[in-house]
């Protein structure tokens, strides 16, 4: 009981800030709602037995990338102005087509039976997470390093100042 | 498995290397205009070595092979082999073609070459990806490098535009494809490609209920990559904007490697599901061949004619997926090596045109078809090459566009899917309208204004050379491309 | 103990807001929001199903944190052309960033 109380504290927390993010007026609060949001899903982690990947997601997103997007509105600071229109011309459209496909997910996520393990999260989860990363996963690991690189470089290159 | 596994990665090894070469030349004192230089000469070097180490794993490699390496998260099949040498060889032609254009336009070369170094390993790794954790970070690899290469001339508003329309769509898409991925993952636990198969074949049925709105997201990433239509937008404007080596790039790499992407996915992760994903995959095909086609006729830019075009063979070659088992593989046009040949042909090709749009830039800075009046005169050997590519995009006997479009055809007549052979032949004469009305600017109309001879630099000749001989030899002597072809045709 | 159709349909609707983000905004901060929302929708589906279905191995959270490491990149590389864009236009709308017709 308690626990589908919590979790219905997360949802409504990462769903209502959610609905706040893509209908908000003002762009920067958009992107404060973000961050409840990401918090919001960092919660629903906790409550799956993945406090590590809610640790991750409090650090990357709502650390990183939020701040990344706050920097970003207040570089390009005349958006911050609430007066601006935020909406383009297919707003209508897009909230049918978005509903419409939340029909349609639901629909086919609910009429699956689930085959559902009921067994706990082995003590050691974490070490073999990150074995596996090491051995497994290792290929798209490295590559990921790559990509990182590549990224930044590319960042770089492209948010540069004018040289002349 | 008979080649140890760290050989096995030896092109991406040297592509990698490369990279690091490149990057680091930067930080080295001395004259820094002379070692810029050098950098082409660099890339080309490694893309050497990356195509001498496939060609050398292509050769000892069995059918099927032993087994797949790093818990299943490639193959180096064939198959895979064969797309890697297509991006080796894409890659090293638009490092040809950069040389000159770049020279004037960015001061960072180093990072120019690097990145582009690393979205020819990223193709490397996709197209012989085995799982669809290693499909989403290879896809990735070559989507944010992309994105980066498309936006590269800060400075220029069209190319900065283009970068951020191009990331915008591609991150949408890439984002509808993870959650296709994610459903995958909820239904059949693993995701390992041939895992998936087996487990979705001993699943319950509502299971399998899930697979058909799974196999839509992911086509949504998929779609994107080899820009069909409804997921073409971003291609005009991107390859409009993108610095037109780049432009030459994206119409040929991404596309190849999404079709490596989507072969390999849809074939052995859905074996059971083929009638439902064909339904699919034919009514994009033929969207995507009406639509492009009739659009192409207006446009007025030819880096944006291209990019329509571009879309069209995107939806031919979908025929030959379409036309995959139907025709049995006893038949003389064999779905998956149709799609091989044409991509091979369309490769010389697009890139031919490229080169020569490219060419025709740098001379007279403008991409409107209407300054292509009088090419002829002012430049024999760009016109005349315009021919060829163009010839062999409308797919005219002789050329190797005609060699592609006879197999993904015959492919489609052979598995009785008339629509689609129909639709195909209909619009390709659409299409040879537009090229065709190019050619008659090129040689017809008398030039505007300005009418001075164009000279071509060296690295444009050899582009030229290369890209128009392949061009007619695979339509005139096609035996030897089609057996490499066939050989490679096998995925395990 | 919480049925694992709740965290779907919680994914489901955040996928589905992140998507109408996407489609509606003009501008490009706001669209990468958008698209933001819908990586964490695939990542709660993901660290779902592994509790659900999957407990004893670890390929979901795995898979989670690529995407959260691809994620970070995607966002740095958008950002930059952003920077980038507003720096030629003084405009980040989506809309006005028209010099190439759709």
Not at chain 2, 228 to 249: L, M
Request: charged content about 10%; hydrophobic content about 55%; glycine content about 8%.
């Amino acid at each position: 009981m308690v626990l589908q109380a919590v979790f219905m504290l997360f949802s409504a927390m990462a769903v209502g800030a959610a609905l706040a993010v893509v209908t908000n007026k003002n762009i920067f609060h958009s992107a404060l709602f973000l961050v409840v949001a990401l918090l919001g899903v960092a919660g629903l982690y906790v409550l799956l037995e993945a406090p590590f990947i809610a640790v991750v997601q409090v650090l990357i997103y709502v650390g990183a990338i939020s701040t990344l997007i706050l920097f970003a509105i207040m570089l390009t600071r005349r958006l911050m102005d609430a007066s601006e229109r935020q909406r383009n011309e297919q707003w209508f459209i897009s909230a049918i087509v978005a509903v419409g496909l939340f029909i349609v997910l639901v629909l086919s996520v609910g009429q699956v039976h689930w085959p559902v393990v009921h067994t706990d999260v082995p003590e050691n989860h974490l070490n073999r997470l990150g074995q596996d990363l090491m051995e497994h996963y290792v290929l798209p690991f490295e590559v990921t390093a790559v990509l990182l690189l590549a990224a930044l470089v590319g960042a770089i290159v492209i948010a540069r100042e004018r040289t002349r | 498995m008979t080649t140890r596994t760290p050989f096995l990665f030896l092109p991406q090894l040297i592509l990698l290397l490369t990279t690091l070469v490149v990057f680091g030349i930067e930080l080295v004192p001395g004259d820094e205009r002379r070692r810029k230089d050098w950098l082409p000469a660099i890339a080309l070097t490694g893309l050497g070595g990356a195509a001498m180490a496939i060609i050398f794993l292509w050769s000892r490699t069995t059918t099927p092979p032993a087994g797949s390496i790093l818990a299943g998260m490639i193959v180096v099949d064939r198959f895979a082999l064969f797309f890697q040498i297509l991006a080796v060889t894409t890659t090293a032609l638009v490092v040809l073609l950069s040389t000159d254009y770049m020279r004037d336009r960015t001061p960072d070369q180093g990072e120019f070459y690097g990145l582009l170094l690393i979205v020819c390993l990223a193709i490397t790794l996709v197209v012989a990806a085995a799982d669809l954790l290693m499909v989403y970070v290879g896809i990735e690899l070559l989507s944010l490098t992309s994105y980066v290469l498309t936006g590269y001339l800060r400075e220029d508003r069209k190319s900065t535009e283009a970068g951020i329309k191009y990331f915008l769509f591609g991150a949408t898409a890439s984002a509808a494809m993870l959650y296709g991925m994610s459903l995958f993952y909820g239904a059949t636990r693993t995701t390992n490609l041939a895992a998936i198969a087996t487990a979705l074949s001993e699943a319950e049925n509502s299971l399998r209920g899930l697979v058909i709105p799974a196999a839509v997201f992911l086509l949504a990433g998929f779609g994107f990559k080899i820009a069909a239509v409804p997921f073409h937008q971003w291609a005009p404007d991107a390859y409009e904007g993108a610095p037109t080596p780049i432009t030459a790039f994206l119409s040929v790499g991404p596309k190849t490697a999404g079709f490596a992407v989507l072969v390999r996915v849809f074939l052995i992760a859905l074996p059971n599901f083929y009638p439902d994903w064909m339904a699919l995959l034919s009514s994009i095909s033929i969207i995507t061949m009406i639509v492009s086609n009739l659009v192409a006729i207006f446009q007025t830019n030819v880096k944006r004619m291209m990019a329509y075009s571009s879309i069209s063979h995107a939806g031919y070659i979908l025929i030959g997926i379409v036309c995959w088992g139907r025709g049995g593989f006893g038949g003389s046009f064999e779905g998956i090596s149709g799609v091989l040949i044409y991509l091979l042909a369309y490769l010389f090709t697009n890139v031919g045109a490229f080169a020569v749009i490219t060419a025709f830039e740098e001379a007279t800075g403008s991409s409107r078809i209407e300054d292509y009046a009088g090419l002829v005169s002012r430049s024999p050997a760009l016109a005349w090459a315009m021919l060829v590519f163009l010839f062999s995009l409308a797919g005219i006997p002789g050329t190797g566009g005609f060699i592609g479009k006879l197999y993904v055809f015959g492919a489609a007549i052979q598995a009785r899917a008339y629509t689609l052979a129909v639709v195909g032949i209909i619009t390709s004469v659409i299409a040879a309208f537009y090229y065709l009305n190019l050619l008659r600017y090129v040689f017809f109309q008398p030039p505007t204004e300005n009418p001075k001879s164009i000279t071509l630099s060296a690295t444009a000749k050899i582009t030229l050379i290369v890209t128009c001989v392949l061009t007619l030899a695979i339509g005139l002597y096609a035996q030897p491309f089609l057996q490499l072809a066939q050989a490679s045709a096998n995925l395990w | 103990m919480i049925p694992l159709h709740w965290f779907l349909i919680v994914a489901a609707a955040l996928f589905c807001i992140g998507l109408y983000g996407v489609l509606s905004r003009r501008n490009a901060v706001g669209i990468l929001m958008g698209i933001e929302l819908m990586l964490n929708a695939v990542n709660v589906n993901l660290v779902a199903f592994w509790r659900y279905l999957d407990p004893l191995e670890s390929l979901g959270q795995v898979f989670v944190l690529f995407v959260l490491a691809v994620a970070a990149a995607e966002a740095a590389v958008g950002l930059a052309l952003i920077i980038a864009i507003y720096r030629n236009r003084d405009t980040i709308i989506v809309e006005d960033i028209d010099l190439m017709k759709w």
